[in-house]
């Protein structure tokens, strides 16, 4: 059974730190990974999607990067802002049917 | 990329009554559709697999007579909770994925509804 954690739960850090959020996954047959973001009370937007054969990818201030054999991916935060203070889920796509999610990762940027 | 637009964002009902949650995908077509709640400061847990034409497959724990999932169209899914109770208040929300088109596609979620049962 697949099971995704994520370190660490909460981080609090002040505007413009760089910042690494971790996930790990224990089962590497997976077809794909992704990261989503989800605010208080409100649905998932979804930030980046890595397929199984890729192993990162990146998007403005983000970069996600994935390593199917150590069952790992991170999310890199470049240059954070009070903005990108939410929950961040990593889900682990699940033999192409639904998804497994992690716990998340609570994020709070200090002005 | 693709929308899912689910209905209600928020409902609020009292206990014993049914509440229908509706999940459509706006400029594609999903076969598959997934259901998942959300307890306060937990993570999404998947509840069932709803397939286009076919009965619903629920996860372990998962009441199917408590409940109900219809796909009756390749656009529209509907999750009913049936007889609701305090403890059925959570955070509901339906992923889909763009139909035919593989394994390693992206998945699209709802906006999510919020259920309270009083």
């Known amino acids: 059974k697949q099971e995704v954690t994520q370190i660490p739960a909460a981080l609090s850090v002040p505007e413009g730190e760089n910042l690494v959020l971790n996930c790990s996954f224990t089962?590497?047959?997976?077809?794909?990974l992704q990261w989503f973001r989800q605010d208080p009370g409100k649905g998932l937007t979804s930030l980046l999607l890595?397929?199984?054969?890729?192993r990162e990818q990146t998007s403005g201030r983000l970069n996600a990067s994935l390593d199917k054999s150590s069952g790992r991916s991170t999310l890199y935060i470049a240059a954070s802002q009070p903005g990108d203070s939410a929950t961040y889920l990593c889900a682990v796509d699940n033999y192409g049917q639904n998804f497994v999610f992690g716990p998340g990762t609570r994020l709070s940027v200090l002005p | 990329g693709a929308v899912v637009s689910q209905h209600p964002s928020w409902v609020i009902c009292k206990s014993g009554t049914s509440v229908k949650i509706e999940c459509r995908s706006l400029d594609f077509q999903a076969t598959t559709m997934f259901w998942y709640r959300q307890f306060p400061k937990q993570s999404l847990m998947l509840m069932a697999t709803?397939?286009?034409?076919?009965?619903?497959?629920?996860e372990q724990g998962v009441e199917k007579d408590k409940f109900l999932i219809n796909h009756a169209s390749l656009t529209l899914s509907t999750l009913t909770v049936t007889s609701a109770h305090p403890e059925d208040s959570s955070f509901y929300i339906c992923?889909?994925?763009?139909?035919?088109?593989?394994?390693?596609?992206?998945?699209?979620f709802g906006q999510g509804t919020r259920l309270t049962v009083v």
């Open positions: 992923s889909a994925r763009v139909r035919g088109t593989g394994r390693n596609t992206e998945a699209f």
């Open positions: 089962d590497s047959a997976i077809y794909n």
């Open positions: 709803s397939n286009e034409g076919s009965k619903a497959t629920y």
């Open positions: 890595i397929q199984s054969s890729q």
